[in-house]
């Protein structure tokens, strides 16, 4: 993991004492299912899945459980379930570590 300064927050992502916040952008629809990229004060996420009947929001914390290595249970959508911009909620004991986790693979797909 590339050591990352000591931040607390970037623009799209926030770390708690317990959890870590990220705003989303969901690309619903999608050919890609990934993180995208910074758009704003947001992460853009593809998913394949349409936004009707919750599914695509079931494929996000799907997605986010998955690059957090946490249960899905450990996922929140905190507010926009019925909106594109999301605000979510990632509970953990070792906030630090999805913190940079997260950071790491947002940078990666960037360089892409």
């Avoid at 450990?74 to 999805?98: F, H, M, W």
């Amino acid at each position: 993991m590339t050591a990352h300064p000591p931040t607390r927050s970037q623009r799209w992502l926030e770390m708690r004492t317990d959890a870590v916040i990220i705003r989303v952008r969901a690309k619903p629809g999608t050919s890609r299912r990934s993180l995208l990229r910074v758009i704003g004060d947001a992460v853009a996420i593809g998913l394949n899945s349409p936004p009707e009947k919750g599914r695509a929001n079931d494929e996000l914390i799907e997605i986010l459980a998955r690059l957090a290595s946490v249960p899905r249970s450990s996922v929140a959508i905190l507010r926009g379930a019925g909106s594109r911009d999301k605000l979510i909620a990632i509970a953990a004991n070792q906030p630090e570590a999805i913190f940079a986790r997260l950071i790491d693979l947002v940078e990666a797909q960037s360089k892409q």
